[in-house]
């Protein structure tokens, strides 16, 4: 099934340098970018994309963290895109990730885990409204799905 996910690369991701590399990833993959932009988060809009998580003891850290620097926000298209995102993106711990994912290969810790996917369909609607409106999300054909 043909579906669109939410994805952030985080500011350690945009700091290090890897936004190019993560998402070469996600297309190699066959996954296609219908929306992409580099936002700086203000407080209000990182406690709701994290609000699943108020009240957590890590809650005003993240939200710290992630306000801190610039990220780049996508939206992604593809056959099981949510889960082909998560696979890609690892466990949320680097060290329980596995190697070639993108925590495995470039995460430093818990906090600075580089990206964030959704985790259901509901999410991602949720997520893919707080980033983008509904014109900035493209459809188009790639050249490449009739081999993929």
Known sequence: MVERTFVMLKPDGVQRGLVGEIISRLERKGLKIVALKMIHLDRALAERQYEVHRGKHFFNELVEFVTSSPVVALVVEGEEAIKVVRKLMG???????????????????????????????????????LFFREEELL??????????
Not at 102 to 121: E, P, Q, V, Y
Not at 139 to 148: C, K, T, V
């Open 91 to 129: 466990a949320t711990n680097p060290f329980e990730a596995e190697p070639g994912s993108i925590r495995g290969d470039f995460g430093l810790d818990l906090t600075k885990n580089l990206i964030h996917g959704s985790d259901s369909a509901e999410t991602a609607k949720r997520e893919i409204a």
């Open 139 to 148: 459809d188009y054909d790639l050249s490449s799905e009739a081999w993929m």
